[in-house]
């Protein structure tokens, strides 16, 4: 079986709804070998990450449309690529709410760094893990992981890459006064 990132278009679903959608997709599918292991849900979409046969993709995209029409489906494999492009990649699927992705595409880019750096892009993992835990409704986990985020972003350098680390420390404080998750972009 290969692993897939399903994007299905968000009909109205609320990081509540993430078990609701779990089960609702393994009944759709139970005719069909497939795995369904979670549901996020993001503003636009409803992220779905699975296990199928590649040539039973199409069908169960079919068969999962009653969630929401698709909006992308993303082949899940390690990939080798450049730091640089594993840190763009990473910005974009934050940016986009793919928190999971984004999550997977800095654990790239920490994997050659050395140092301080690995600390820093450790602390982004970090921050995106506890939005995936959001939109799977688990707010507290998310938040718990706040406190460990800022002790690894430390007191970095102002700016990594193209990323505002002072900004992210701010959201985190922010987040943590309000014990409360707000997505933002970075």
């Given at each position: 079986?290969?692993?897939?990132?399903?994007?299905l278009?968000?009909?109205g679903y609320s990081p509540k709804n993430s078990r609701e959608l779990v089960h609702k997709a393994r009944e759709l599918c139970s005719d069909i070998e497939a795995?369904?292991?979670v549901a996020r849900v993001a503003s636009n979409f409803v992220e779905l990450d699975v296990s199928v046969e590649q040539n039973k993709i199409e069908?169960?995209?079919k068969k999962l449309?009653?969630?929401g029409p698709l909006d992308d489906a993303r082949h899940v494999f390690e990939e080798e690529i450049s730091k640089e492009k594993g840190i763009e990649d990473g910005i974009f699927y934050f940016n986009n709410e793919r928190f999971w992705e984004s999550h997977e595409a800095f654990e790239g880019v920490w994997k050659k760094c050395?140092?301080?750096?690995k600390e820093i892009v450790q602390g982004i993992i970090l921050l995106a893990v506890a939005f995936a835990h959001a939109q799977k409704n688990e707010h507290s986990i998310g938040i718990g992981m706040l406190k460990r985020t800022l002790e690894k972003l430390g007191d970095?350098?102002?700016?990594?890459?193209?990323?505002d680390v002072d900004r992210i420390r701010a959201k985190i404080k922010e987040m943590q006064k309000k014990?409360?998750?707000?997505i933002f972009e970075i």
């Amino acid at each position: 079986m290969q692993r897939y990132m399903l994007h299905l278009k968000n009909n109205g679903y609320s990081p509540k709804n993430s078990r609701e959608l779990v089960h609702k997709a393994r009944e759709l599918c139970s005719d069909i070998e497939a795995s369904i292991r979670v549901a996020r849900v993001a503003s636009n979409f409803v992220e779905l990450d699975v296990s199928v046969e590649q040539n039973k993709i199409e069908s169960l995209v079919k068969k999962l449309s009653p969630i929401g029409p698709l909006d992308d489906a993303r082949h899940v494999f390690e990939e080798e690529i450049s730091k640089e492009k594993g840190i763009e990649d990473g910005i974009f699927y934050f940016n986009n709410e793919r928190f999971w992705e984004s999550h997977e595409a800095f654990e790239g880019v920490w994997k050659k760094c050395v140092g301080r750096e690995k600390e820093i892009v450790q602390g982004i993992i970090l921050l995106a893990v506890a939005f995936a835990h959001a939109q799977k409704n688990e707010h507290s986990i998310g938040i718990g992981m706040l406190k460990r985020t800022l002790e690894k972003l430390g007191d970095s350098p102002s700016r990594y890459a193209t990323i505002d680390v002072d900004r992210i420390r701010a959201k985190i404080k922010e987040m943590q006064k309000k014990n409360k998750l707000i997505i933002f972009e970075i």
